[in-house]
């Protein structure tokens, strides 16, 4: 069986500003849609225009919740984490919806005039497409904005799969084409057995279908 890592959150302590409602620093971030940062990593979350569903904030699954066994069953427990946006406004989330079937949640979040990107109407193959994650090229630059691409090379059951892999706390992060539409959610990379590496991301269209 192939091996999917499909969480992508960097686990380790976070320090720094926690109650403030604008950051501290000069140096913010330029494009990151929504970052965020709690006790249990880095990810990002995707604000996004649809026409199914108006003004949503999504995010990869795994990033929103936690599974765990209880009493025989399956649950799922919240995520909490702060959330700025690029203007260094921080507050805070609340996931709200888990996809029954797919790694893509809807968080509510408290911060003010939130800038909604537009929802792709069509994904097609050989499509160029980019997001934005963690920089870990130096101290200097850690956590400041990296701008990936990739072409997607095949799609299926509403995942994106690209040539490129995401760095670990990507998850979350809007998958934009070459209009800035929002396409889908990055969820996940997988190595092939050519060793290559495989990005994937859940589309946007199949948040339409939560029950």
Not at 65 to 78: A, N, P, S, Y
Not at 104 to 109: A, L, Y
Request: aromatic share 10%; hydrophobic share 45%; with cysteine.
């Amino acid at each position: 069986m192939k091996r999917i890592v499909s969480v992508l959150l960097l686990m380790f302590g976070i320090a720094g500003c926690v109650s403030c409602a604008t950051s501290s620093f000069d140096i913010q971030p330029e494009r990151f849609p929504l970052a965020l940062f709690g006790k249990h990593g880095a990810a990002h979350a995707c604000p996004v225009a649809t026409q199914a569903l108006g003004n949503i904030v999504v995010s990869a699954g795994h990033v929103l919740w936690k599974e765990i066994i209880l009493d025989g069953q399956i649950v799922d427990i919240e995520r909490l984490y702060l959330v700025e946006d690029s203007d260094g406004n921080i507050g805070r989330m609340l996931p709200v919806v888990n996809h029954n079937y797919s790694d893509i949640g809807i968080m509510r979040v408290s911060l003010e005039d939130v800038n909604y990107y537009p929802e792709a109407l069509q994904i097609s193959v050989g499509e160029d497409v980019h997001w934005w994650e963690y920089s870990y090229e130096t101290a200097a630059t850690a956590y400041m904005p990296s701008e990936r691409s990739a072409t997607i090379m095949n799609g299926l059951a509403g995942y994106i799969f690209f040539d490129e892999s995401p760095l670990p706390g990507a998850s979350g992060t809007c998958l934009f084409n070459e209009n800035d539409e929002v396409l889908g959610v990055v969820s996940f990379y997988q190595i092939m057995d050519d060793e290559t590496e495989l990005g994937g991301a859940v589309s946007l269209s199949v948040i339409t279908s939560i029950e």
